[in-house]
């Protein structure tokens, strides 16, 4: 079966009777209109479908744990919609605690990760009861067990390790030593497990956990840095008399943005998983490990989409044909940031087929706030609107108020019903901590 990472479009795109695209059962052109642009709009059926068959893919594992990387796509609704599939979260910022928390789902299936957490971020974690940390590096170490001496508690954590492996999105490099501001270098593992065990006692040590990288194309990754941390594992057990139970993959399957782009599925990623356990388990001869994973851009990106309406255009002479929409780097700064591209067309039907190669512009005050290069839109004409595929993931997350332009409104469509999880902000909102100073 296709996974949904490896569509360009959500499980429910259709034509409908208008010879309009729809989605989740709506009309996009009916939603932009109802909704107005720029619109984020989320297909929970591909959600769940996804988030499903991370479960499905891993299901013979009985210690398989999936978790959810919040920095990809968190919303109060999205949270809910995770949680009641099972899903722990990754949470990487006070921000995303909280807002797990909000949406009334308990923290301790969930894991605190980050290269610099703050004294008020642990704390806030350590009190709603957050299921791990993941400890980063030696200060952290020494941070986490104060305050946790201070409150008279002991934390469950892992160590986030940096296990050598470099991935470049269709190619990936091993290292023996990695140039990288998160984790532990693996020579450094003795010196944290000593200090744990003679020093820190608050903090009982339960596993490592690792990230590749995201956007990732090559399996092979996945089962090196699964051998990577049995043979750690393997290694303190023989040299401190201590078994870690519990490793952490972290995420980083990619996702289908344009016909280039060829991930692996979903099961395809499980099973390279699954039988790297196996032999490594067998090999080094250690206890089956809790395995938690961790997805973000290939749980939530082919769920989301965003709508624009095409505005003012400019034909350079001789040149390219620009036409610029009501949103840009903002809501998502991918194609700026780092040249990400992404597939779009027009919602509604033409009468007739006049193709057009025109390059999509942003409304921001920067040059490189182009949407998407160079796109065939069918007889592209203002007031159109625009349905830019497989913005899910770090489109929102990633979206700021330059130009104190507004942030979009977010809505879900499920069954030909749609519904907002996110407003849109106002003006108000936009004003709310300025405060004029009389010095
Ligand atoms: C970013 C990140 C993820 C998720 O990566 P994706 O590429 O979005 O799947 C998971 N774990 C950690 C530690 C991360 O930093």
């Given at each position: 079966m296709q996974s949904a990472n490896q569509n360009i479009k959500p499980l429910t795109t259709k034509i409908n009777e208008k010879g309009n695209l729809s989605i989740g059962g709506c009309d996009l052109a009916e939603l932009a209109k109802k909704y107005s642009t720029p619109l984020y709009v989320i297909d929970k059926e591909t959600l769940v479908s996804i988030a499903r068959e991370y479960k499905n893919a891993f299901?013979?594992?009985?210690k398989f744990k999936p978790k959810f990387a919040s920095k990809a796509l968190m919303t109060s609704a999205i949270a809910k919609i995770l949680a009641d599939e099972g899903y722990g979260f990754d949470v990487v910022s006070g921000g995303e605690i909280y807002t797990v928390h909000n949406a009334?789902?308990?923290?301790?299936n969930s894991t605190f990760n980050g290269n610099n957490k703050s004294r008020e971020e642990l704390n806030l974690a350590i009190d709603l009861g957050i299921g791990r940390i993941s400890v980063d590096n030696f200060s952290e170490l020494e941070l986490l067990n104060e305050i946790l001496e201070e409150k008279n508690k002991t934390q469950k954590i892992l160590l986030r390790v940096t296990p050598g492996i470099e991935c470049h999105t269709h190619e990936y490099i091993q290292t023996g030593h990695l140039d990288s501001k998160f984790g532990f270098d693996l020579t450094q593992i003795d010196n944290v497990i000593e200090l744990i065990t003679?020093?820190?006692?608050?903090l009982e040590i339960m596993g490592l956990h690792a990230h590749v990288g995201?956007?990732?194309?090559?399996t092979k990754v996945w089962s090196d840095e699964v051998e990577v941390l049995i043979k750690e594992i393997k290694r303190i057990k023989d040299k401190f008399k201590i078994e870690l139970e519990e490793i952490n993959i972290g995420g980083g399957l990619g996702i289908t943005y344009t016909k280039e782009d060829t991930p692996p599925s979903v099961q395809e990623v499980a099973n390279v998983v699954l039988k790297s356990l196996e032999e490594n388990i067998k090999k080094y001869n250690v206890k089956e490990p809790v395995l938690y994973i961790e997805p973000g851009r290939s749980m939530v990106g082919t769920s989301g989409v965003t709508l624009y309406t095409l505005g003012s255009s400019k034909q350079v002479p001789n040149g390219k044909k620009y036409i610029a929409v009501d949103g840009g780097m903002a809501d998502n700064i991918r194609p700026s940031m780092y040249g990400a591209e992404y597939c779009a067309e027009l919602v509604t039907k033409k009468d007739s087929e006049t193709k057009q190669k025109v390059t999509i512009a942003g409304?921001?005050?920067?040059?490189?706030?182009?949407?998407?290069?160079e796109i065939e839109l069918n007889n592209p004409q203002k007031g159109d609107i625009l349905c830019v595929y497989?913005?899910?993931?770090?489109g929102y997350s990633m979206a700021s108020n330059y130009n104190l332009m507004l942030k979009p409104m977010m809505v879900l469509v499920n069954n030909s019903q749609s519904a907002i999880i996110v407003n849109r902000q106002t003006y108000a909102q936009l004003v709310q901590n300025d405060i004029i100073a009389e010095i």
């Open positions: 299901k013979s594992y009985a009334g789902i308990s923290l301790n003679q020093k820190y006692k608050n995201s956007q990732i194309f090559e409304k921001f005050c920067e040059s490189g706030d182009i949407l998407i290069k497989n913005t899910g993931a770090y």
